[in-house]
Antibody
Framework: EVQLLESGGGLVQPGGSLRLSCAVS????????MSWVRQAPGKGLEWVSG????????DYADSVKGRFTISRDNSRNTLYLQMTSLRAEDTAVYYC?????????????????WGQGTLVTVSS | DIQMTQSPSSLSASVGDRVTISCRAS??????LNWYQQTPGFAPKLLIS???NLQGGVPSRFSGNGSGTDFTLTISPLQPEDLAIYYC??????????FGQGTRLEIK
């Protein structure tokens, strides 16, 4: 059974930092690109960042570029999202998602497995 | 950037009805369009990829159609458990995985 379990969310002040983790099981982690998608309270879905299976290629939404860093530890089957310079508008549930194949940024890609999400609240 | 516009934003239908949700792209995205279902309190779930490919385990009452700029998700017959928000997503212009704003489906 495929499982993606996010952790690390919480309350942080504006300008602060937080690191999210996503522990994966049920598939060969190092064969697949992974991504983060967020959902602000009562709002729609926004892709945040993606990372290829080898960690050789990372992409970011313009809204987080320069502030967030995606990484992975294939020996620990874990995906990370380091978030710095957090803003109120970063408040959201952050979902860890599995991509179709090893390379992100391919036409026809899709997110076939999602974690349950972890809530990040940026507020003073 | 590609804009994805769903219509309607919300709708209410009865069990047994045929429901159609539309998604329009601001430019040609060929068939690179996915549909997701988010039931209340849960993470989104992939229903359909590449405009019309039903994912394993998804009931056959769900179907997708379209190409270019205009796409539809059809549910027929509607079941009570289909209460959800439905999102389309383009994967033509990557890595900007743009989602539509969502369509909220209520059951009368």
């Amino acid at each position: 059974e495929v499982q993606l379990l996010e952790s690390g969310g919480g309350l942080v002040q504006p300008g602060g930092s937080l690191r999210l983790s996503c522990a994966v099981s049920g598939f060969t982690f190092n064969n697949y690109a992974m991504s983060w998608v967020r959902q602000a309270p009562g709002k729609g879905l926004e892709w945040v960042s993606g990372l290829s299976a080898s960690a050789g290629s990372a992409d970011y939404a313009d809204s987080v570029k320069g502030r967030f860093t995606i990484s992975r530890d294939n020996s620990r089957n874990t995906l990370y999202l380091q978030m710095t310079s957090l803003r109120a508008e970063d408040t959201a549930v952050y979902y860890c998602v599995k991509n179709l194949g090893p390379y992100g940024s391919i036409q026809g890609d899709y997110f076939d497995y999602w974690g349950q999400g972890t809530l990040v609240t940026v507020s003073s | 950037d590609i804009q994805m516009t769903q219509s309607p934003s919300s709708l209410s239908a009865s069990v047994g009805d045929r429901v159609t949700i539309s998604c329009r792209a601001s430019q040609n995205i060929e068939i690179f369009l996915n549909w997701y279902q988010q039931t209340p309190g849960f993470a989104p779930k992939l229903l359909i990829s590449s405009a019309s490919n039903l994912q394993g385990g998804v009931p056959s009452r769900f179907s997708g159609n379209g190409s270019g700029t205009d796409f539809t998700l059809t549910i027929s017959p509607l079941q009570p458990e289909d209460l959800a928000i439905y999102y389309c997503q383009q994967t033509f212009l990557v890595p900007m995985y743009i989602f539509g704003q969502g369509t909220r489906l209520e059951i009368k």
